[in-house]
């Protein structure tokens, strides 16, 4: 009888310790993946707000958050935003940016994508997963300028009076003002060994015409495009103390991880 009493009380003990703790299956560390169709925000250092289509009502992102085609986003003062894109790639915006998703349609089993991102105004810093075999578009867009990418890393800043500078620092950026130009993709070039010409004057950067024109911006290169749609060729810079300020010391710090 005393061996029934001291089971039936182990039982109820080790009921209610089961009762008393939550469930492993609760406790487990979960991998979350990008929804196709969808961003995460996966960074969010201040305030950024959310306008989502046909809806009036401003809302308050926060890290976690996704985000659908449509979405119109405005980042904060003193805030910073980085997005991960269903195709793996990553996209971070400065403080004073207003961007719009225009599409981020994403097949991972074709490979296929088309990812637009609409930028209105302020800083952007992208880092272009590379895709193979299928549709590959990736392309941010801007009122005087559009750069289509593959497998690069790059950043692009929108100016009040729409002047755009376009940076590249890894890969290729296609750039033009025609929508064309987001159909057109460049992989990352491998540099073969080859004779350098000796010194020799350069010129410098000067505008050309406004009428449509395209160039292919490589690593370590630069164009700027004036209000007015003139651009200035594709020209080197190094990274000198004027390159390197906070904006790209942080997301240079965020690439090598």
Known sequence: MVKLINMVTGLISV???????????ENRVLSVETEEGKAEVTILDGKATLFKKGITKVQSLSKGDFLSEGDRVTIGKKSRMELKLPDKSFIRFDEHTTFELKSIDFDKKRKERNIKVNMVLGK?????????????????????????????????????????????????????????TSAVVRPEKVMKPSKMAGPHPVSGPHPVSIEEWTYIVS??????????????????FTATDEDLNDWVCWNRSLDKK
């Not at 009921?15 to 299956?25: E, G, H, K, V």
């Not at 990736?138 to 800043?157: E, H, S």
């Not at 630069?222 to 749609?229: A, S």
């Open 219 to 236: 690593s370590m290169q630069q164009i700027f495009v004036y209000p007015d749609g003139r651009v200035t060729k594709p020209v080197s």
């Open 124 to 180: 952007t810093w992208a880092n272009v997963s590379k895709l193979f075999g299928g549709k590959r578009r990736f392309a941010v867009l801007t009122k005087m300028a559009i750069a289509g990418v593959r497998g690069t890393v790059y950043r692009l800043n929108v100016e009040e009076d729409n002047s755009v500078l376009i940076k590249v620092y890894r890969g290729e950026v296609v750039a033009g003002n025609s929508p064309k």
């Open 15 to 25: 009921f209610l310790i089961l009762m008393s703790c939550p469930a492993q299956a």
